[in-house]
């Protein structure tokens, strides 16, 4: 059964930082994508980034693009997103999704995701 479990959110200043991390288990990552998405209070799915297992090749939003990264660990199957220079729009619940081939931005299309992991942005 695969299994995704994210960690790391917490409440911080706008221009602080935080590392989310996400654990994969019941699963081999080689021919996935593994994305972060967020939900805001009263607002829908939204793609933040995204990197393809195998090749390492990464996808990211124009709104966190040059602020946030993510990447992989393939030794240990976790995948992290480092989220730099954050703003109180960034208040979300921030989860992981994965899918089978390439990059999606829906959450549709991804057959896995975990339960999320809060991130409050004061400003």
């Known amino acids: 059964q695969v299994q995704l479990v994210e960690s790391g959110g917490g409440l911080v200043q706008a221009g602080d930082s935080l590392r989310l991390s996400c654990a994969a288990s019941?699963?081999?990552?080689?021919?996935?994508?593994v994305a972060w998405f967020r939900q805001a209070p009263g607002k829908g799915h939204e793609f933040v980034a995204a990197?393809?297992?195998?090749?390492?090749?990464?996808v990211y939003a124009d709104s966190v693009r040059g602020r946030f990264t993510i990447s992989r660990d393939t030794a240990t199957n976790m995948v992290y997103l480092q989220m730099n220079n954050l703003k109180p729009e960034d208040t979300a619940n921030y989860y992981c999704?994965?899918?089978?081939?390439?990059?999606?931005?829906?959450?549709?299309?991804?057959?896995?995701r975990g339960q999320g992991t809060q991130v409050t942005v004061s400003s």
């Open positions: 019941g699963v081999m990552l080689s021919s996935y994508t």
């Open positions: 999704a994965a899918r089978r081939l390439g990059v999606a931005t829906v959450i549709g299309a991804y057959a896995y």
């Open positions: 990197i393809a297992w195998s090749t390492g090749n990464t």
